[in-house]
């Protein structure tokens, strides 16, 4: 492996990660991994007098991996912005780090875990292989916004409530104009609009119908994680 092939834009359809693989079954398991062992060792962690000291490096963790994303667009003179859903949750752990507060979570939440564990359970490398870094960025990034609010679920206690749900569609139908606009004056395709993802495309119609699939599912996959995570498991009801 080459430092031109492992820092370039090295693209490999034949050798990039392919629905029902080694590869994409490695990522479903990091996926439940990173829930598994965030929830069991949340309290642990919060309990620790080092806690503070790693949010510190967790955040700085958190800024390498999206710099380091556009950067390596920036290099090849390519235009990047961070308009992809997992950039708001880098910006949104960030910022959940850092205050603590619970109206970053609320957002996170459904961020982290759609925009986290999804893209791990439905990986889109765009082409890249595992001689690339961005093979790499892709899964340390997704696990990572993954983790934080899953941490501050079980750690603190935080709960979305169904505000939460409708303030986060109405965050990203605001922005939606401005994903819109970037799309369409630099042929990009953030937050999938512009371009069905290659690993669903042959279960998805052809654009833009595709896109009504999406905003159908949104809602329903959101009411469907707020039951399971308010569910009181212990009781076997519903948290009030």
């Not at 990660?17 to 590869?23: D, E, G, V």
């Not at 309290?43 to 390498?64: D, G, R």
């Not at 961070?82 to 950039?87: A, T």
Request: glycine share 6%.
């Amino acid at each position: 492996m080459s430092f031109s092939r492992f820092f370039g834009h090295d693209i490999n359809f034949d050798l990039a990660m392919k629905p029902f693989t080694w590869q994409h079954y490695l990522l479903i398991f990091l996926g439940i991994s990173v829930v598994v062992f965030t929830l069991r060792f949340a309290k642990t962690i919060k309990a620790s007098k080092y806690e503070h000291l790693m949010k510190k490096v967790f955040i700085v963790w958190l800024i390498v991996l999206e710099l380091s994303y556009h950067m390596h667009y920036w290099a090849f003179g390519m235009f990047s912005v961070p308009l992809h859903v997992c950039s708001f949750g880098v910006m949104f752990s960030i910022l959940l780090l850092v205050t603590g507060k619970y109206r970053y979570f609320e957002i996170l939440f459904f961020v982290g875990i759609f925009g986290g564990l999804l893209a791990l359970f439905f990986p889109n490398t765009l082409g890249y292989t595992y001689y690339n870094m961005r093979y790499y960025h892709f899964i340390f990034l997704h696990m990572s916004i993954a983790m934080v609010p899953i941490y501050y679920y079980k750690a603190y206690g935080f709960r979305i409530t169904y505000h939460s749900i409708y303030k986060t569609i109405g965050l990203f139908l605001c922005i939606l104009p401005l994903v819109v606009f970037v799309n369409y004056t630099f042929d990009k395709n953030y937050m999938f609009i512009g371009e069905k993802p290659a690993i669903l495309a042959s279960i998805l119609p052809d654009w833009p119908y595709y896109i009504f699939i999406f905003i159908g599912l949104v809602p329903i996959l959101f009411h469907l994680l707020y039951f399971v995570s308010n569910f009181d498991y212990s009781k076997y009801r519903f948290r009030k």
